[in-house]
């Protein structure tokens, strides 16, 4: 949506109104709908719940983690290599600046903490098991 993204709060407005859009039209069709974004305000996943109950999908939050050390490496890695596919530019700064806005949801949130492979992968597959017991909306990102 953008060419060069400032992560500005009219940025986050208009992607999260085209998100929820889409995510919406997806779900009275009866698909099941994975948002992937940060989600740091709770008027930026209002949209997401109103959808799910508008529809009777499964509203399934997810809010990941990670240890500051963890993070830190994460982009310090992502910032050295250059990688085609991946769409953002947000480093370290980007994300504390994020992490001290950021608030929490009204509604239940599956915690995922993926400092390790084999916690993040029991709980990738409970939330699978989850999705495939009916139509449901994930809404992923930090929240």
């Not at 500005?8 to 929820?20: D, G, K, V, Y």
């Not at 290599?81 to 769409?87: Q, S």
């Not at 600046?97 to 492979?117: F, H, K, V, Y």
């Not at 699978?128 to 992923?140: H, K």
Request: hydrophobic share 45%; proline share 3%.
């Amino acid at each position: 949506m953008f060419d060069e993204p400032a992560y500005t709060a009219s940025e986050s407005r208009r992607l999260f109104a085209a998100l929820h859009a889409a995510a919406y039209e997806l779900l009275k069709a009866g698909r099941n709908v994975i948002i992937d974004a940060i989600s740091i305000r709770e008027s930026d996943r209002q949209p997401a719940y109103r959808a799910a109950e508008e529809t009777g999908a499964r509203l399934i939050l997810l809010s990941f983690s990670a240890s500051p050390e963890v993070i830190a490496g994460r982009l310090a890695r992502r910032a050295a290599v250059f990688d085609a596919g991946d769409h953002s530019s947000a480093g370290l700064r980007i994300h504390r600046s994020m992490a001290a806005r950021q608030e929490p949801p009204s509604r239940d949130c599956w915690l995922i903490n993926t400092s390790g492979a084999g916690e993040t992968a029991a709980m990738l597959s409970r939330v699978v098991e989850a999705c495939l017991s009916r139509t449901a909306m994930l809404v992923g990102g930090t929240c």
